[in-house]
């Protein structure tokens, strides 16, 4: 769950996301950063992405790349301050939103992930990730309809790759009391 997450090929992706007005060099180390991240050499690519961020502030792709590296390393306030910028430099951005959505869940900040992904499934209705993490901010929240909801149409859209929102479900209706429903989604 603390991948850098992208959008798919069916969902848009802007330009700012995109990147089409960055300069050569900081396009240079955004692609060595992302060597070094396939590599697992995450310091590096954290190093790269300062770079290519100082020599073009408003590179949305490097924000949320380096946002998510940070997540990986458990920073998760720095990673929140990169995303806030990336989604500030670009409205349509979806990932830098995710990703957001991603970090401010794990700090518990439910009502604000909560408003986070929505304006990111509104983007992409799709994503599974933003439907599972959508669903676990409604959870903390308390909204539990809204969650079994969310975390059903994860598992719907994803598959087995996204049976984690299956056990979220099972948790959901053990902490409802309904004990059948929650055998059958840990299942």
Known sequence: TSSIRRANANSSVSVGEFGADVPKDARKEFDLASRAAQEHKIDQAIAHLRKAINIYPKFVMARNDLGAQLLAQGRLEEAAEELRQAVS???????????????????????????????????????????????????????????????????????????????????????????????????
């Open 89 to 187: 430099i670009d409205e349509k951005a979806f990932n830098p939103k995710l990703n957001l959505g991603i970090v401010l869940v794990q700090q518990h900040q439910f009502s604000e992930a909560a408003d986070v992904l929505v304006r990111a499934l509104s983007l992409n209705s799709e994503s599974p990730a933003a439907r599972l993490y959508a669903g676990l901010a409604e959870m903390g929240r308390g909204n539990l309809d809204d969650a079994e909801k969310q975390l059903k149409v994860a598992y719907t859209i994803g598959g087995s790759s996204y049976s984690l929102a299956l056990f979220h479900l099972g948790q959901l209706y053990m902490n409802r009391g309904e004990r059948e429903q929650a055998l059958r989604a840990f299942e």
